[in-house]
């Protein structure tokens, strides 16, 4: 699964013909990790949430060759533990 | 290389034209021309055309002889150019190079596009084909979309705001209201310019250009001769295009354009000029981002600045360099083809002092500068009195 940082990102609202009933829909410009720029971006689709410039995402799809990532959950530490249940 | 003059300029007013098909506009453009000055049509040796997608909009190929055989340039080469939103732009650079080496003496150039004869989304989708197809434009994007994340990187480094973009679009359409051959002849406010429907985040509907049919043609000539031809001759005192990446994801930094600065550089140098001498401009703001960028590039403001710089008013009609006083391509129009040629017309009008209402106060020194694409053909032209 491929990695990497938001470079840039927007919601189309006005697509073209051919995507017009997906609108809107988010596209990024990703730097992919373990790679040197520029050549290593890649323009891909958003799944999932919105995200933003800086946000890490990783590959989750690829429908007809076109990549799409996610934002990537924050790492088990940082999320919350429900507390235990007393007993 | 001898010195070159455009010695005549015409075009057609822009709008949606339904009963004006490309030929039409071209010919109506190309008239208007040769009206403009004494050039016999039989001394025209050259002919060139800017078209971006007649093929894809129309169904007709083959254009340039389609076009120059029914303006009456009987047998002479006719080569169409196509450069994206440069097209033309760049036709007029290869005509000027033909008559600056001496090749020929007269070339005259058209440019023309014919785009409302299709709906929004197909119109979109043909745009979308001078972007890189294998990758973002399978993704989805569309150049409102690229310009979009453009704007957001920009706004990521610089704090420019969606203000500063809408001052853009409320400047030019200002101008443009003075403009009787403008597309859309209406006043916009600050608010309304912000309040446009979201085309793609953070851009709206104001902060785009328009969906235009049009055409414009000058004719080029040496300097030498122009006299005998014209009155007021308009010099070409620097031009130069360049070119970038297709694919934005392959640029290294998305809040410059390379293109602009190379071609720039270029055209300062052989005008012997440099951007503080410039009074006036045609810039290319197929989006409000596109022009705020531009006046970065070309060196009128910093790095970072052109958003601030544009909101102070500097570029306005009245301000210290007016920029888009025909109303640029967002209140003007942009057939997409005729753009480039329509600068020039733009600029040899302001520097003959026949721009009527619109007309700069300094006008000896403009600058046209015409971008394809998001960034990978771009064109810049300094004209100056002859």
Redesign the interface.
Known sequence: MRTGTV??????????????A?A??Q???VALDGAS???R?????IAGGRVS?GDRVVEVDSR????FFQKVPLSADDVPRPEKSPG | MRPVAVVAAGKTPFGAFSGLDLRALAVEAGEKCLANARVPRERIQSFYLGNFAGPAFTGQNHLAPYISMALGLEGIPATRVEAACASSGSAFFHAWAEVAAGIYDFVMVVGVEKMTSQ????T??IL?SAGDLA????????F??LF???A??HM?EFGTKKEHLAAVAVKNHAAGALNPDAHMRKVITLEQALAG???????GLYDCSLISDGAAAVILAPLERAAEFTANPVRILGVAQASDYV??????D?TTFPAVRRAAEKAYQMAGVGPRDIQFAELHDCFTIAEIIATEDLGFTPRGCGGPYAMAGYTSLQGERPINASGGLKSKGHPVGATGVAQICDVVQQIRGQAGERQVARHSLGLAQNLGGSGATCVVSILAEA
């Open positions: 470079y840039t990102e927007t919601v189309i609202y006005s697509a073209a013909e051919a995507f017009a997906e809107p829909f596209t990024a410009i720029e520029p050549s971006r890649l323009t891909v689709r410039i007809g060759g076109v990549p | 709906s929004t989304a197909r979109t989708e979308a990758g973002e434009i399978r993704a989805g994007s569309t409102a979309s979009a994340m453009i957001r990187r990521h429907r979201p085309i793609a985040d953070p851009l694919a934005l994801d392959q640029k290294a998305i």
